[in-house]
């Protein structure tokens, strides 16, 4: 079946402006996952959603950024007054959630760049 | 919150020799630990995982080993292969890997034909 998938896959935007970045997860999958991910670095965790509801938005760096995912599947990770320093590859993951299978699959990610 | 910690940074091997990565953890809480392959310009995949109940694990050429006591997990890969070549990254969760995920910062392999 399809995998993760994520658009746009590039991003380009001026300072100030603001962005939506949208992740469609495997079907069937409850739990969905944003990181980002700057060059040379890990993954790092962003927010983390289980069906429709924010189960850890402990990640997100300040009140610029927030994420939806209003019907359980679909979600847009929001940016507000992008800044420079916002500029990365944003990934998003979903998981079954399964007790015997909790692997987190990952789309190919969005590179935001902001001028 | 959860830190790992991830050495070495970069590593060459020659074709046929063995790789070793090692992390390190801070919550003991953590309970498990995946591991992910990033090739370049490609997303991460999960290559293998671990959690707090087993202390080694392997798949084919490659295992992990978990020292819950000391906090500390390591991937080893044996006998390497040029298609080996690219970012590994661990990780650790609380929660079984229901909850959030702290990566590493990542270890580059080159193997080296």
């Known amino acids: 079946g399809a995998g993760v998938s994520q658009t746009p896959s590039n991003k380009v935007t001026e300072k100030g402006k603001y962005v939506e970045l949208r992740c469609d997860p495997i079907s069937g999958h409850t739990a969905l996952y944003w990181y980002r991910q700057s060059l040379g670095q890990g993954p790092e965790f962003l927010i983390y959603?289980?069906?429709?509801?924010?189960?850890?938005d402990s990640g997100l760096p300040n009140d610029r950024f927030f994420a939806v995912r209003p019907e359980g599947s679909v979600s847009t990770l929001k940016i507000q007054r992008t800044e420079r320093g916002d500029s990365a590859m944003y990934l998003c993951a979903s998981s079954p959630r399964l007790a015997t299978n909790n692997e987190q699959f990952f789309g190919p990610g969005t590179r935001l760049t902001v001028l | 919150g959860e830190n790992v910690e991830q050495h070495p940074s970069t590593l060459s091997v020659q074709e046929g020799d063995s790789a070793v990565i090692k992390c390190t953890y801070s919550?003991?809480?953590?309970?498990?630990f995946p591991w992910y392959k990033q090739e370049l310009g490609k997303r991460p995949q999960l290559i293998i995982d671990i959690r707090s109940n087993v202390g080694e694990k392997k798949d084919q050429r490659i295992a992990v080993t978990l020292n819950k006591t000391a906090k500390h997990f390591s991937l080893h890969i044996t006998e390497t292969q040029p298609e080996d070549s690219a970012v590994y990254f661990c990780a650790a969760s609380f929660g079984g890997g229901y909850q959030k995920v702290t990566f590493g910062t990542g270890t580059k392999l080159q193997v080296i034909p």
């Open positions: 919550d003991s809480a953590s309970n498990y």
């Open positions: 959603f289980q069906g429709t509801g924010a189960a850890d």
